[in-house]
């Protein structure tokens, strides 16, 4: 296999995520957010030529990444629509599936994009370019209460009616377009010394109605518990309190709500059970060369 060295993404707990897939060397096993393919590079050098490796991401940009390998297959598509493709693929069961959350450094720092502050860019925000609705148009279209809402959900803005104010107030002058419109409207709500942290809140808040980021992960985790042959694992690694509740709920108890539910002999009806009882975070060795990883939390599961 002949793989080019890319610095699109550097991998978060590379070792930890792959170790706690288990992986048995005739497996067949997904990694749902390809990126860079560090992580399936990894899984797939620990397996033998009868094994299978499906690598999703819906982004051109990740496409450009693939690589020509006989027992991987590359699908261009949301993580959401698992049961799909593998269905499409024939699959009826999986050993293994690896979720690496969040936004690929490659993301927030491609300027076009709109991922990030830092730079004076169009608001977009689409992990997949397919896709119509931009941040743009959530900004300048939505009706101010939705955009509080969103602000409270996804941002967790106490203030988020106030946001929404002052960006429904702004926009009756102008249109919204760039992320330095965005910022100079906002900056006034913001204290300096955490002027930062509040707007890598509201950009997230954003980026994640955009990519309907939470409905597709439900999507995906419970197509994956459904999809794991018995003893298969799930390794998911997230960067916000978020997503991950959603994973740890869903892991734990099997729904949304983190209700546990027991059948008639009191066992716990959830087909998943944690692996790891406390989360893994990165080393302090790869939070100094990797400030990505400083968030990350990884949580290991596997069917019953």
Not at 4 to 26: C, F, K, N, W
Not at 81 to 98: F, H, T
Not at 221 to 240: Q, S
Request: contains cysteine; glycine residues 4%.
């Amino acid at each position: 296999m002949t793989i080019t060295t890319h610095t699109y993404h550097v991998p978060v707990l590379l070792r930890e995520s792959i170790d706690g897939l288990a992986i048995h060397p005739q497996g067949i096993y997904v990694d749902v957010t390809f990126g860079g393919g560090g992580h399936s590079r990894e899984i797939l050098s620990r397996m033998d030529n009868s094994c299978h490796l499906y690598s999703f991401d819906q982004d051109a940009d990740a496409e450009a990444n693939a690589f020509e390998d006989n027992r991987f297959t590359f699908v261009r598509s949301n993580f959401r629509y698992l049961k799909n493709w593998m269905r499409y693929y024939n699959v009826e069961q999986i050993d293994g599936l690896l979720a690496d959350l969040g936004v690929s450094s490659h993301h927030f720092d491609e300027e076009a994009r709109g991922f990030s502050f830092r730079f004076d860019a169009p608001l977009d925000m689409r992990m997949n370019q397919r896709a119509e609705k931009t941040a743009a148009d959530i900004i300048n279209d939505y009706e101010e209460e939705a955009l509080a809402n969103l602000f409270y959900l996804y941002g967790e803005f106490k203030n988020s009616r106030k946001i929404a104010s002052v960006i429904a107030k702004y926009r009756q002058q102008s249109r919204i377009t760039t992320t330095q419109q965005l910022i100079q409207c906002l900056t006034p709500l913001f204290k300096r010394e955490k002027e930062k942290k509040e707007m890598a809140r509201l950009f997230q808040a954003l980026r994640i109605e955009v990519n309907h980021e939470m409905e597709a992960l439900q999507d995906m985790l419970h197509a994956a518990a459904a999809l794991l042959a018995p003893g298969g694992r799930l390794a998911v690694i997230t960067y916000h309190s978020l997503e991950d509740r959603i994973v740890k709920n869903i892991i734990k108890t099997g729904n949304l709500e983190g209700k546990i539910e027991q059948d008639f002999f009191g066992r716990i009806t959830s087909p998943l059970r944690p692996v790891n009882s406390k989360v893994i975070i990165p080393s302090k060795e790869e939070q100094e060369t990797n400030p990505r990883s400083r968030s990350a939390k990884l949580r290991i599961a596997e069917k019953k």
